[in-house]
T-cell receptor, first 116, second 111 residues
Framework: DTEVTQTPKHLVMGMTNKKSLKCEQH?????MYWYKQKAKKPPELMFV???????INESVPSRFSPECPNSSLLNLHLHALQPEDSALYLC???????????????FGEGSRLTVL | AQSVTQPDIHITVSEGASLELRCNYS??????LFWYVQSPGQGLQLLLK??????LVQGIKGFEAEFKRSQSSFNLRKPSVHWSDAAEYFC?????????FGAGTRLTVKP
């Protein structure tokens, strides 16, 4: 099983809503990532979890709140978003090699978020 | 500062022609290097990777890439492009837990 599963695939929310994006992998990977991708742009790193602990937070606004409840699951809680937060949100996972570096990332298909 | 540069925003090639997509990086030590492909509305698929060893690496779909330390480059090549190769291509570098992407090169394939 080499899949990263993201739900929902599409989400439309108002600026006062609270919603969550979910990501699941069963490859035994201990690093998980959230990226944000705007149209015709590369993915931008938001958060990295290593061994279920937040290891990188790229100064993301607090209206985005990540959570890693266990080694297979990664959530991104959304609250009071702005229209400019509309984007494709990509989850990824990777092994942590013996060197401490991560290997290749396996990506989900993404959750396309529209904020009205 | 660490950076990944893909100098070509958009490349058009004819079907059957050869392809080379450029990637340069600026990191303190040799990072891990990757090429990913993304079709519209899709996630990213790994084409190939370089960690160490042989500097010419083979990937899926007939792609290969060559790591050149002296030029800090990791260019992607394919000898004969197919119409289905039309997509966005991203070079990526990773150090520790941090993977960063270049701006991407959009490939158009002419019939």
């Amino acid at each position: 099983d080499t899949e990263v599963t993201q739900t929902p695939k599409h989400l439309v929310m108002g600026m006062t809503n609270k919603k969550s994006l979910k990501c699941e992998q069963h490859m035994g990977h201990r690093a998980m990532y959230w990226y944000k991708q705007k149209a015709k742009k590369p993915p931008e790193l938001m958060f990295v979890y290593s061994y279920e602990k937040l290891s990188i937070n790229e100064s993301v606004p607090s209206r985005f709140s990540p959570e890693c409840p266990n080694s297979s699951l990664l959530n991104l809680h959304l609250h009071a978003l702005q229209p400019e937060d509309s984007a494709l949100y990509l989850c990824a996972s990777s092994q942590i090699r013996t060197s401490g570096n991560t290997g290749e990332l396996f990506f989900g298909e993404g959750s396309r978020l529209t904020v009205l | 500062a660490q950076s990944v540069t893909q100098p070509d925003i958009h490349i058009t090639v004819s079907e059957g022609a050869s392809l080379e997509l450029r990637c340069n990086y600026s990191y303190g030590a040799t990072p891990y290097l990757f090429w990913y492909v993304q079709s519209p509305g899709q996630g990213l698929q790994l084409l190939l990777k370089y960690f160490s060893g042989d500097t010419l690496v083979q990937g899926i779909k007939g792609f290969e890439a060559e790591f050149k330390r002296s030029q800090s480059s990791f260019n992607l090549r394919k000898p004969s492009v197919h119409w289905s190769d039309a997509a966005e291509y991203f070079c990526a570098v990773s150090q520790n837990n941090d993977m960063r992407f270049g701006a991407g090169t959009r490939l158009t394939v002419k019939p």
